[in-house]
Structure formats: structure tokens, C-alpha cells
């Protein structure tokens, strides 16, 4: 049938898979559900045909599932996914999240959690196909909230908005945003203009394949760059959104390097506070980051190995990037994961040189 | 042969070579396997295993898990991998010329 969804069960134990594809299959949405025993079945058959939803176990002889989990999820970034599994365990929670999915569930122990559990499916499902068909409902959110949350989950798309007669598009890809068009406007003027409108609708669309790039900037430069310019067209230096993006920070200038999602400056002196621009959790980070330094000098003095002139770590939710200046203390960015390894290595290169000028 | 014995103490130097080499660490911080040279003791070995751990550690708990760490030194980068909870540890001199050009502390 076509625009059915398609979930994949993988479990070790076939008992269990008959009993959930019966269950799956009785769904509202009525999904083909097909199933597997391993964990390399499991990826040749996502290998083979487009499925909406994973359900995996993770306790699986050869291959467990957070191994399948890192695959999957490197080769099928757009896969929904789920963990239905007897393991109780913090740790592995914690790393299932990491690895992106969308709910960690204990096997369900009577009527009541399955039903819960057959009602967050199709959720899940209803949701996908919402999203297919161009709409999500996020009429509370503004449009800057928005394009914020695309760049950040990292996905493409492209955004029709519009205003009375007005119509603009925002084309995004990988996180970035690539391109906008209104009227006779294309790039960053039509972006301009786009976020100058007071109110409308919008909608998310499925991406364009091969759109032109027109726009260079980073998201956080160019939201950035285009709340100033559209304060300093109405002569209000004032105005909400830029302060919520300008958040008047030093540091702000070094946000505007390619992939930089935030940054923070920790003084070596624990006891003063580190400072922010786009960043969150940043006393924990800051402990964090101080912690590690700390560490590694350490080693570094133990092999006779020279300076530690930077360390830089890769997430599956974004890299994080650390360098150290005698009197200024640590300067620590957050990258968007999208960000190659050389690339972090050489931007905090580039940031630490401006900041410690 | 005397002439030869002659010089042969000049030729002792305190150059050391630079540890290269991998090792891994359980998720309990003991060293598994290591293909380190001996110029690094065992002991050192397992304290820069467990730092690396512990930092892997506190990026969890500080909410950015992390999958690898790269530190570069000015002769030395190291470079590891998170394994269910353990590590895999690559020690590598950097070629001569490829220094780091950040000025630090």
C-alpha cells in the first residue's frame, strides 16, 4: 500500500517479535511491520527499502544494540528509532539518547504500559507523516525560534512563510541555511526581509535536492547580522530579539566562526565565574573543561610531551574544542557535529588567536 | 681499536625517542593490551588511560557525551576512542615541522 509506514523490529528473542509485530500490526495506521533476529539483518534490510521507525532491543548476542544503534544511525540519519529493551540501566539510557534516539522504553509488564507504549508508537508515526506532508504544529514558536531549532537538529528543509499576499521561502541543508526568496529578493536581503515580517504562517516542506547556495554565513552569524540590520532600519536599538541574540557578549565576535554553536571563557580561578555567548549548562561545562586541562597538562609533563596547545572532542551532538592561554584562562566553542575534525582543530586555532589579542 | 674506543662515549646522547604506540583500557581503567614502548612504564601508561577515561566520564555528566578526544602536544598527539565504556588510546609523535603554532601556557 503506498504511504504505509514501514517499522522494523529487531530482537533476538522470536517469540517477542511475533508477539509485537501482531501488536504493531493492529495499530490505527495499520503498519507493515517486518522483523529481524540480528543485528546485520536488521541493516541489510534498512539497506534495501526506506523504513519509518526502528524498534530495536539492545541485549543481543554478535552485535548488541547500541552497536547497531551507531550504525544505523550514521547510515540512516533521518531513521526514527526506538529502544524497547529489559535493561534498566542509567548508562546505557544515557548512551542510547546520545545516539539520538527518539524513546528509550522498558519492555512493557502488563496491559496498561503496552497500551501506553502502542499509543506512543503511533504517535510517532503520526508525527512522521505529519512531517512528510509539510506540516508541524509550532504556532507558539517564532520564526528565529524556529530556523534555530532546524540548524540545530542539523536536517534540511525547506520553509515556506507567509505574510497576507507576501510569500518567502528559506532553504536549509544540513543545519545551514543556504538560500531565501521573496519576491525579487534572494539571499540574504530576501532573508533580511523575510525575518522583518511581524507575523504569518509557515510550514516546513521536505529539502531540495541540489538548490543553489547563495548564503555563506553561519545560522548564528547570519540571525545575528539580520536582527541588527533590521533594528537599525526601524531605529530601535532596542529590540527584543536582538538582545536575545546579541546578549551584548565579547565573545560574540568569535560566534561568528564557521560551525560555532557557542563559546565560553573560563578564568583558571575557580572561584570566578566563566562567561557565554550561546552557551548552556556552562558552570558544569566550565568544571568540566577546567577538570580535563588540568588532567591533561599533567600527562603532557609526565612524557615530556611540550605544551597542551589544544584538545578538541567529538559528539554525536555536537564537538567540543578547549585551548588554554597563560593569563586569560581556557577558551572552550562548541561545534555543530556536521563540523569535520580538521576543521574544529583549525577554527580554534583562529579564535584563540583573536581572542587572546 | 683504541681510537675507536676513544670516541665511543661521545656518541651517547639523552635524546629519547617518543613514545608511539596504542593501548586500550576497560571500562574499569585497567590496561588491556598496549603495544607502548617500555620508556613508558605500565604505571603511566594506566594514568594517562585513566585521566582519558575520567574525561570521557565528566563529558557525559556535563551533558555532551563524547565519542573521541584528540590533545595535541607540542611533539606528541593523542588521540582516543570510547569502547562500551573503555578506551582505545593512540599515542603519536608529530613529524618534525608540525608543531602546534597556538601560543599557550
Known amino acids: 500500500m503506498e504511504g504505509q509506514q514501514k517499522i522494523l523490529l529487531l530482537d533476538d528473542d522470536e517469540t517477542m517479535l511475533e508477539l509485537y509485530q501482531q501488536l504493531l500490526q493492529e495499530l490505527p495506521s495499520h503498519p507493515e511491520v517486518q522483523t529481524s533476529t540480528s543485528g546485520a539483518r536488521a541493516i541489510s534490510l534498512l539497506d534495501a527499502e526506506p523504513f519509518t521507525l526502528l524498534i530495536t532491543d539492545l541485549r543481543m548476542p554478535k552485535m548488541d544494540g547500541l552497536q547497531v544503534l551507531s550504525i544505523v544511525r550514521r547510515k540512516f540519519p533521518h531513521l526514527r528509532i526506538v529502544v524497547l529493551t529489559a535493561l534498566v540501566d542509567e548508562e546505557f539510557r544515557s548512551r542510547a539518547y546520545a545516539q539520538g534516539v527518539e524513546l528509550f522504553w522498558q519492555k512493557p509488564a502488563n496491559g496498561e504500559e503496552m497500551q501506553f507504549f502502542k499509543d506512543c508508537i503511533e504517535s510517532l508515526l503520526d508525527r512522521e507523516y505529519r512531517q512528510e506532508s509539510g506540516f508541524r504544529g509550532m504556532q507558539s514558536k517564532s520564526l528565529v525560534d524556529l530556523l534555530q531549532l532546524e540548524c540545530l537538529s542539523g536536517g534540511s528543509s525547506s520553509l515556506r512563510i507567509t505574510q497576507g499576499s507576501l510569500e518567502g521561502r528559506i532553504w536549509m541543508q544540513n543545519g545551514d541555511i543556504i538560500d531565501a526568496a521573496t519576491g525579487d529578493l534572494k539571499g540574504e536581503k530576501a532573508f533580511c526581509e523575510i525575518l522583518s515580517w511581524r507575523g504569518g504562517h509557515f510550514e516546513i516542506l521536505p529539502p531540495e535536492a541540489n538548490h543553489p547556495r547563495l548564503i555563506a554565513e553561519s545560522p548564528q552569524a547570519l540571525l545575528l547580522n539580520t536582527a541588527q540590520t533590521i533594528d537599525e532600519e526601524k531605529g530601535d536599538p532596542h529590540s527584543t530579539e536582538t538582545e536575545v541574540l546579541r546578549k551584548t557578549s565579547p565573545l560574540a565576535a568569535l560566534g561568528r566562526f564557521e560551525g560555532v554553536e557557542f563559546v565560553l571563557a573560563i578564568p583558571l580561578d575557580e572561584r570566578e565565574p566563566a562567561s557565554s555567548w550561546g552557551g548552556e549548562n556552562v558552570e558544569q561545562l566550565g568544571g568540566w573543561a577546567r577538570d580535563s586541562w588540568r588532567r591533561m597538562r599533567q600527562i603532557g609533563e609526565l612524557l615530556h610531551a611540550g605544551d597542551l596547545s589544544q584538545m578538541h572532542g567529538l559528539g554525536l551532538q555536537r564537538h567540543i574544542a578547549l585551548t588554554g592561554h597563560a593569563q586569560k584562562g581556557l577558551l572552550c566553542a562548541g561545534f555543530r557535529r556536521v563540523t569535520p575534525s580538521a576543521t574544529v582543530e583549525q577554527t580554534m586555532k583562529q579564535m584563540f588567536a583573536k581572542w587572546a589579542s | ?105
Open chain 2, 1 to 105: 681499536m683504541g681510537f675507536l674506543t676513544l670516541f665511543r662515549g661521545a656518541v651517547k646522547s639523552d635524546v629519547k625517542r617518543l613514545p608511539a604506540g596504542t593501548f586500550t583500557m576497560d571500562s574499569r581503567g585497567r590496561v588491556v593490551s598496549s603495544t607502548v614502548p617500555h620508556s613508558v612504564s605500565a604505571g603511566q601508561v594506566r594514568d594517562i588511560g585513566q585521566h582519558v577515561l575520567a574525561i570521557f566520564k565528566g563529558a557525559r555528566n556535563a551533558q555532551v557525551p563524547l565519542y573521541e578526544l584528540v590533545f595535541n602536544y607540542g611533539v606528541i598527539k593523542i588521540t582516543a576512542r570510547e569502547m562500551r565504556g573503555g578506551a582505545i588510546v593512540f599515542l603519536s609523535p608529530r613529524p618534525s615541522g608540525q608543531a602546534p603554532d597556538a601560543e599557550t601556557n
